[in-house]
Every structure is written in C-alpha cells, then in structure tokens.
C-alpha cells in the first residue's frame, strides 16, 4: 500500500476512534458541525486526532473537515479535506458502514473537487481501503493484500441493488419521486439507506451495490418551497451532501471506472471544497456503469415531470412562482 499523508491520517484516526465505537457516551449528540450537522461526541473523537496529527506535520499545511471548517497556518502547500468518520450514525452503534475520508489537493483559495489528486476512504469496521491518485487508477486493499476493483453485471432497474440517502432530508417527498423505484427493486435487488456515502459507493467498487441515489439537493432545487420540511428534518440546517461527503470517494470512483454525477447528470469537478453552505450543497447518482447510470437519471428526469403535473406539487409550484 503507497506512504502518504491521507493514508497515514486515515490509520491514525482508525487507531484512535475504534476503541471508543460502541461505548455509550460516544452516541450523545454534542452539537453540530461547520455545516450544519449533528456532532456526536465520537466525531469530536475523531476531530481532536486530526489537530494532534495536522500540528504534528507542521505549520504549512491547511485542512477543512467536517466539524471545524477550514483550518490554516503558516503558508499552506497542500490542503486536506477530511471526513473523520462517515457514517458517524454507524459508527455510534458499531454498525459496519462507518469511514475515514481524506483527499488531498494542492493549497489555494478555491479548491474545487478537480483539484484533488490523492483520495483514500479505510473503513472503520474492517481492513479495507480504497485509494486512488489522479490519471494512476484506483486500488482497493484488505490490510496490506491488493484487491481487484469488481463491478456487479446488472443493468436492470428491477433487480438493482442500491443505497439511497435519507439523514436529514425529508423522506416523504424522496420516496414520492424514488418510491416506485424502491418497490421496483427491493425484492430482485436490494434497498438500503447506509447514512454514508463513501461507504455506499465503495460498495459499488466490490460489486456488492450497482447505485448510489441523493437526490436530496434536486430536490430542494426543484421544489423551493419545501425547504422548511428541510430545515425541520435537518433540525435548523439545511442538510445533504457536502463537499468533504465527495473529496476523496469522487477521485476513487473516477479512477476505478465508476459513473458518478450529480442527480441532473452533470459533473461535480467545480464543486468548491471549502464552502458547506446551503448553496453548495449537491446530489449524486453514482453507478457501475454508463449504461445502468443513465436508466437511473432518466428515471429521476421522468419522475420530477410527473411530480410536478401532480396536483399536490403542482399547486405549490404555481403558488411559489407568484
């Protein structure tokens, strides 16, 4: 396995955070983070290694994580967008989909996610690790055994087996548009909401999933009005995919061969990676290939026509726009 910062501050914060998972006082919730949030106590864990292991490395380096925002000294060369732990709801209860997350760019004042070159997500639970540097491919490793990258064959909606994000969102207008979808899938395939989205599309690279969903962000976008059953489900904030969700696990997806876009089907590359406010918020529809990617987007596209002819979104549509 290559020598480098992500993946040595990956191990440290795998070393420290797992004897704390599963211990009781680590599932409190605390606070909320830069973005917005829920912090439970696990993730300020996480946190504090992150400072020990940054300070440790010296003043020229930068790095923006989830709970603290951007962090800088000294004249930053390099910058490192970190997810301590993704999936904190599994990691609290010691439930497998959990990760470390860490991409690294070089230093400047907008980093955008077609900036980072390095990208490594170690799971938690187990020994596995997904790494990938730009233009060299991606490589998955079970301790220190390489892996092949391994896509599953389906490309059928019907028997798909996939993972779709919910944490803070309102369910109730996602599974109105995805709904059919679920029912269509979850007896030949597979549904699942994993509360992690590295977790779910490195899953994709194992052949054990074909698809990610978030349609989260499309769907505030698409129905502005319902951002106050947002703020209600997120507690206060707008929540959904923020930019250290996509740091690292958008490179390795790339660089292993996996389709990866937002939920209109265009790319993320200029997604600022310094900046989780309401409007830089994304979606994603991730897949194992282009084939069964466009089954899915085409799916969305056709779902949110038909929402917005419903007569309970259309009202709102028509009213909002006066």
């Known amino acids: 396995m290559p020598e480098n910062i992500a993946i040595d501050l990956a191990r440290e914060i795998k070393r420290e955070v797992t004897p704390y ?25 996480a946190e504090e290694v992150v400072r020990k292991f940054i300070s440790k490395r010296g003043t020229d380096l930068a790095y923006y994580s989830e709970e603290k925002g951007l962090i800088k000294s000294g004249l930053p060369k390099q910058i490192l967008i970190i997810d301590p732990i993704d999936g904190s709801r599994g990691a609290k209860i010691g439930f497998p989909s959990c990760v470390v997350s860490v991409g690294v760019a070089k230093y400047k004042e907008t980093v955008k996610l077609k900036d980072i070159f390095i990208g490594c997500i170690l799971d938690l639970m187990d020994d596995l690790c997904f790494y990938a540097e730009r233009g060299k491919g991606a490589s998955v490793f079970d301790g220190e055994k390489e892996l092949e990258v391994s896509f599953s064959k389906n490309r059928s909606l019907d028997s798909l087996c996939w993972s779709l994000e ?10 109105d548009l995805l709904g059919e979808l679920v029912d269509r899938s979850s007896l030949a395939g597979g549904v699942f909401t994993l509360a992690s989205t590295c977790y779910s599309i490195t899953r994709i690279l194992r052949g054990q999933l074909d698809a990610f969903v978030d349609i989260g962000n499309r769907m505030l976008k698409e129905f502005p009005h319902l951002r106050p059953e947002f703020l209600k489900a997120g507690k206060g904030a707008v929540v959904g995919l ?23 089907g265009r790319g993320l590359d200029d997604t600022l990676m310094t900046n989780s406010a309401e409007d830089n918020i994304q979606s994603l529809v991730a897949a194992n290939s282009k084939a069964l990617h466009r089954e899915i987007i085409d799916f969305i596209d056709l779902k949110f026509k ?17």
């Open 21 to 45: 998972l599963e211990k009781g006082p680590c599932t409190e919730v605390v606070g909320k983070g830069a973005s917005g949030d829920m912090t439970f106590r696990v993730d300020l864990v």
């Open 166 to 175: 919910i944490t803070g969102r309102p369910s109730k207008p996602i599974f």
């Open 242 to 264: 923020f930019p250290y969700d996509i740091a690292a696990v958008s490179l390795i997806a790339k660089e292993a061969g996996c389709i990866i876009t937002d939920a209109y």
């Open 306 to 322: 038909e929402l917005k002819k419903s007569e309970c979104y259309r009202g709102r549509v028509i009213s909002e726009g006066k």
